[in-house]
């Protein structure tokens, strides 16, 4: 049993990025044991992974602090010290570039933006060995948190089993040429860019209808712009359940990826795209370095320039008359 694994974390079972790494120890021969906690509060979560560790410890050589667990890795430093086991973090994301760089939710400037660069960086370099997505993404961390890039393992986010083409479905194209969004309202996703394209389609092409799938930060103000735009060609909806969202893909006829002008859209490959390219369904995202890491631009895939509207209707009006 020393091979085992231990996944140590508070994670969702069934995410995407959790069934994705267990898959790269199982595909190594390692047995997976699950370290999870489900318990309220930050002291109730350490001490539950702390009494289910001390059952486990013998039998683990390698303990993964699952993503999200940027506020973990200081717990499992301490406990993989003595016998020494070992410390796998999956980053997956930067906390910094998410918060101050992405989203904007804290000032560079802010004592409290320094704090959580200091977390990354802490938190990579207890890890023997860090867990990242993409290429581009490793070469980020390696130069943000002054890392050996020998100590970072790239490995690419898969679709769980169910986003598959359906042998029994058949989408016809009906009165609308449906364009699907989903995901969260995060500068990344690039929404207004989306809502600026609908706003070109309009009038020239009253068949294209976007559906936009999810919620969060900037959904107000995606809301507000809509309104002001006058659009009647997008219907936006709450967030689905990760199971229905396959059978919603396949009945769309072209998928939308991320927009966004960040610096972080350049290194990322959103869920989304690999979910829809896993159920063979066209996708239309920004041309990035990480993107050209896994796929090849007409192969499922269409690609235009981060931020540009008018490339992405053009984009669409071409593959609605294909």
Same mark, same amino acid.
């Given at each position: 049993m020393q091979s085992s694994v231990l996944m140590f974390g508070f994670?969702? !079972?069934?995410?995407?990025?959790? /069934?994705?790494?267990?898959?790269?120890?199982?595909? $190594? *021969? $390692?047995?997976?044991?699950?370290?999870?906690?489900? &318990?309220?509060?930050? !002291?109730?979560?350490?001490?539950? /992974?702390?009494? =289910?560790? &001390?059952?486990?410890?013998k039998s683990c050589k390698t303990v993964v602090v699952t993503f999200p667990g940027h506020h973990l890795v200081w717990l499992a430093w301490l406990l993989t010290r003595f016998p020494r086991k070992i410390l796998v973090f999956d980053a997956f994301i930067s906390a910094y570039d998410t918060l101050v760089t992405d989203r904007k939710k804290v000032h560079p400037g802010n004592p409290v933006a320094w704090c959580i660069w200091l977390t990354d960086f802490v938190d990579c370099h207890l890890a023997d060995e860090i867990l990242i997505d993409t290429k581009v993404h490793k070469e980020y961390f390696s130069r943000a948190f002054r890392i050996h890039p020998a100590d970072i393992t790239v490995v690419y986010l898969e679709a769980p089993e169910y986003f598959r083409p359906d042998p029994h479905h058949r989408h016809m194209r009906g009165e609308t040429f449906e364009v699907l969004f989903y995901g969260s309202y995060i500068p990344l996703q690039g929404i207004d860019v989306? /809502?600026?394209? %609908? %706003?070109? /389609? =309009?009038? $020239?092409?009253? &068949?294209?209808?976007?559906?936009?799938? *999810?919620?969060? =930060?900037?959904?107000?103000e995606m809301r507000l712009l809509a309104t002001e735009w006058k659009l009647q060609n997008v219907t936006f909806k709450p967030f689905a359940p990760l199971k229905d969202l396959p059978t919603i893909i396949r009945d769309a006829d072209v998928t939308l990826g991320i927009f966004g002008t960040g610096e972080k859209t350049k290194r990322v490959i959103p869920h989304k795209v690999i979910e829809c390219m896993a159920c063979r369904v066209p996708v239309i995202t920004a041309d990035t370095p990480a993107i050209h890491e896994r796929y090849k631009e007409g192969q499922g895939i269409y690609l235009v320039p981060a931020g540009d509207a008018h490339a992405l209707a053009g984009k669409i009006v071409e593959l609605q008359s294909a």
């Open positions: 994670h969702d !079972l069934h995410a995407p990025r959790h /069934l994705t790494v267990r898959k790269h120890y199982e595909r $190594k *021969g $390692k047995t997976i044991v699950e370290c999870r906690t489900s &318990r309220k509060g930050f !002291l109730p979560k350490c001490r539950d /992974l702390v009494r =289910q560790f &001390r059952t486990h410890r989306i /809502l600026k394209a %609908a %706003a070109i /389609l =309009q009038d $020239k092409h009253a &068949r294209v209808h976007f559906t936009l799938i *999810g919620g969060g =930060q900037t959904y107000g």
